[in-house]
């Protein structure tokens, strides 16, 4: 029944049906982007035939709806983050530039010389590096939270990093790398009982599992929307008022001002003051699309399907003599990280490739974890609810191939 239904969702997945290499496609690359529905791309297509002049104080008819339709899309981040403000949710280009707004905002305000900012083990470079940035700007301190043995982070040692000189903490919600679904909520709990705010980093997160930002209490959330099923080049921050409100503005220009002269500017209130120049509002229009085609469908049968396929996927993959699964936690998303014996990942990921399956090799922009394992990187299968248990035999058996062919 449940099969049914997932297979039956591919037809709104017309690249499914491309072959490579003469043979057909398995996309199994959706923690890096995710295809999109027919309804997403016809969404830009609408925007742009019907909807298209440049947004906010336009007098006229067409500005007037474009403003409508960005501003909608701000609600519906905002309701499918479990919000109930939508001033507190800033367009960005994506997860990326969310971190690096707060590290840079945040830190201008927050932080100085001596300070501390805790991440962990697992993170992807975009939370590490805007905060590495701020630190060498600062004079400030980056400590990391170990993981165990099958990727969990260890709350123990969490727990000791935390002082009276921790900052900020900044964590991700699932490990690309890794599938672990880190204890967000309790990492938050520890964190607010000494005061300390907690970035969360969404990305892989927002496409698998039900999310709801303010019953976690995280004080900012941040995600992409190209890996949940949105398009390219927009993303949000969920931040609460009372840290944006007390935050600088991360960049200058149109639409962030309230009024300008050259003696004094003053900035506009929230969410503008964090969204200088046009934003993407066609971006944003398609992106409440995908949100809410994701929603109709449902994340916690979404979570349930991939997590299933996830599951029959480890089972098959350890019919293979040699296979090394990364990423062993009792509380997994739909992503799985592998070697076989010596065989280079790459070397996997090209003949892979050729029989039409495409997976993702190497460090998965998490050198500091794939270093901490000892590992040239590893091969990734990542799941959708558009995936199937055929395309995993599929895959299983042409990874067989492969590994006699490599061994
Ligand atoms: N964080 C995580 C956990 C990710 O998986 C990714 C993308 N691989 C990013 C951040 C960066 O996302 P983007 O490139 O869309 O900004």
Same mark, same amino acid.
């Given at each position: 029944m449940e099969n049914k239904f997932f297979e039956d969702i591919?037809?709104? @997945?017309?690249?499914?049906n491309e072959r490579v290499y003469n043979k057909p496609l398995v996309y199994f690359d959706n923690g890096a982007t995710t295809q999109k529905p027919r309804c997403v791309v016809e969404k830009i297509d609408y925007a742009y035939y019907h909807l298209n002049a440049n947004i906010h104080r336009g007098v006229h008819f067409l500005s007037q709806q474009a403003t409508l339709a960005h501003e909608d899309a701000r609600k519906s981040v905002a309701e499918f983050l479990g919000s109930? *403000?939508?001033?507190?949710i800033i367009f960005t280009r994506g997860t990326t530039e969310a971190i690096n707004l707060v590290a840079t905002s945040f830190g201008e305000a927050f932080c100085k010389s001596g300070d501390e900012i805790v991440v962990s083990v697992m993170e992807h470079h975009s939370n590490i590096v805007p905060w590495q940035m701020l630190c060498e700007r600062k004079g400030m301190k980056l400590r990391v939270i170990p993981m165990t043995e099958a990727g969990d982070l260890d709350m123990d040692v969490y727990k000791s990093l935390l002082n009276e000189r921790t900052r900020i903490v900044s964590v991700m919600h699932v490990s690309n790398v890794l599938g672990t679904i880190n204890d967000v909520a309790e990492i938050i709990r520890i964190a607010h009982e000494k005061d300390i705010p907690v970035l969360i980093d969404g990305a892989q997160a927002v496409p698998h599992i039900p999310v709801a930002v303010v019953k976690l209490d995280a004080d900012f959330y941040v995600f992409s929307g190209h890996k949940i099923y949105g398009p390219t080049g927009i993303g949000a921050l969920y931040g609460k008022e009372k840290w944006l409100n007390a935050m600088p503005p991360y960049q200058g220009g149109g639409e962030m001002i309230a009024s300008v002269s050259f003696e004094k500017t003053t900035y506009n209130e929230l969410? @503008? *003051? @964090?969204?200088?120049?046009?934003?993407?509002y066609i971006g944003s229009t398609a992106l409440a699309e995908a949100l809410r085609y994701v929603s109709e469908i449902g994340l916690d049968k979404i979570a349930k399907y991939e997590h299933d396929l996830t599951t029959y996927a480890t089972e098959r993959l350890n019919e293979i003599d040699g296979l090394k699964l990364f990423g062993t936690s009792?509380? *997994?998303?739909a992503v799985i990280s592998f070697l076989v014996g010596k065989i280079h990942p790459y070397d996997i990921g090209m003949l892979l490739d050729k029989l039409g399956i495409a997976v993702r090799t190497g460090h998965h922009c998490a050198q500091p974890l794939i270093d901490s394992l000892g590992i040239p990187g590893t091969v990734r299968a990542s799941f959708s609810f558009y995936n199937t248990k055929a395309e995993i035999d599929v895959f299983v058996e042409a990874l067989k191939r492969v590994v006699m062919m490599l061994s």
């Open positions: 591919r037809s709104d @997945f017309p690249i499914l109930n *403000k939508s001033e507190e969410p @503008f *003051k @964090f969204e200088a120049g046009t934003p993407d009792s509380d *997994k998303s």
